[in-house]
């Protein structure tokens, strides 16, 4: 079946400093990748989404290329921002049927001022 | 725009307790989802329902049932809650589009003395 792997736990860091949140993935069929943000006590948001091999996609400065010679969809921003701390998930939809994402387990991002 | 609204906010129960839980959305979205999210382990999907009336079963759907009565609203049921279980429960719609994204509500926090 599918599945998801992305960086595990905690990632900490200093504002202003890049960040990448690596997210792998396992598919039998064509993939469509998804980043949703979820901040504390809040609901899962859709950050960006792709199914576009090598084509860059971006939003609120956030930014990812959907890479299927390696499978991977990495999560990058420049400048991180005390306003990013949050959970990001990655998931996949690679199986054709109705409904079916795959998350991963979930990387849970700290900025520190 | 929409909304999803789910009910309650807190549950609290008893073991052996049976437990609903209820969501309700304003997209007039086809699919909806129920999610049990537990800290680092993700999103896990219990059951989806494509249409009024019809239920899929997740990955987590033992221990559960589910209801779509009414094209709007989507109700889980927890069928004999396990002491000291603690997670957040996330209700989820979309459209059928493969791509389509997964609009959460704010999620029902349950807690098993």
């Known amino acids: 079946g599918d599945s998801v792997t992305q960086t595990e736990g905690l990632v900490t860091l200093t504002k202003g400093l890049p960040v990448m949140l690596n997210c792998t993935y396992q598919?039998?069929?064509?993939?469509?990748l998804f980043w949703y943000v979820q901040h504390l006590n809040e609901a899962p948001k859709l950050l960006l989404k792709?199914?576009?091999?090598?084509k860059r996609t971006e939003h609120q400065g956030f930014y990812a290329t959907l890479h299927k010679s390696s499978s991977s969809f990495h999560l990058q921003k420049s400048s991180v921002q005390l306003s990013d701390s949050a959970l990001y998930f990655c998931?996949?939809?690679?199986?054709?049927?109705?409904?079916?994402?795959?998350f991963g387990r979930g990387t849970r991002l700290q900025v520190y001022a | 725009g929409g909304i999803i609204t789910q009910t309650p906010k807190f549950l609290i129960g008893q073991e052996g307790q049976k437990l609903t839980l209820k969501c309700q959305q304003n997209?007039?979205?086809?699919?909806m989802y129920w999610y049990r999210q537990d800290s680092g382990k993700g999103l896990r999907l219990i059951y989806y329902?494509?249409?009024?009336?019809?239920?899929q079963k997740g990955d987590l759907s033992e221990g559960y049932d589910a209801s779509r009565e009414k094209k709007s609203s989507f109700s889980l049921t927890v069928t004999s809650a396990q002491k000291n279980e603690m997670a957040v429960f996330l209700c989820?719609?979309?459209?059928?589009?493969?791509?389509?994204?997964?609009?959460f509500g704010p999620g029902t926090r349950l807690l098993v003395l």
């Open positions: 989820a719609s979309s459209t059928r589009d493969r791509g389509d994204t997964q609009y």
């Open positions: 598919t039998t069929y064509s993939p469509f």
């Open positions: 792709s199914s576009t091999d090598n």
């Open positions: 998931a996949l939809k690679g199986t054709q049927v109705v409904g079916q994402l795959t």
């Open positions: 997209f007039n979205h086809d699919t």
């Open positions: 329902s494509i249409t009024e009336n019809d239920l």
